[in-house]
Nanobody
Framework: QVQQVESGGGLVQTGGSLRLSCAAS????????MGWFRQAPGKEREFVSA????????RYADSVKGRFTISRDNAKNMVYLQMNSLKPEDTAVYYC??????????????WGKGTLVTVSS
């Protein structure tokens, strides 16, 4: 049973910005770190960013560090990913998922449909 719904993707030019949103059920959101992942065409899904339950700890893949910012609103069961200075290599379907083990942990549960981000050169 899918517990997350991602939105906010679209087509943007190189250097542009997008803000992704993830609506999670309370059951998969409450008490867990949340992560963003992405899968580019022909590639495996990879980690992008994660945030602890209390929002105090964040982690980023080296490829997005300094450009992406993760945040969460626990009152709304929402997680966000602000993406700035986008590059063509950021093109992918983006997913969110809860993580066991904190920001260094592993995603669990079912994946949602994701949201497609396309960055044109």
């Amino acid at each position: 049973q899918v517990q997350q719904v991602e939105s906010g993707g679209g087509l943007v030019q190189t250097g542009g910005s997008l803000r992704l949103s993830c609506a999670a059920s309370r059951r998969t959101f409450s008490g867990y770190a949340m992560g963003w992942f992405r899968q580019a065409p022909g590639k495996e899904r990879e980690f992008v960013s994660a945030i602890s339950w209390d929002g105090l700890v964040t982690r980023y893949a080296d490829s997005v560090k300094g450009r992406f910012t993760i945040s969460r609103d626990n009152a709304k069961n929402m997680v966000y990913l602000q993406m700035n200075s986008l590059k063509p290599e950021d093109t992918a379907v983006y997913y969110c998922a809860p993580q066991r083990g904190g920001t260094q942990g592993t995603a669990f549960g079912s994946w949602g449909k994701g949201t497609l981000v396309t960055v044109s050169s």
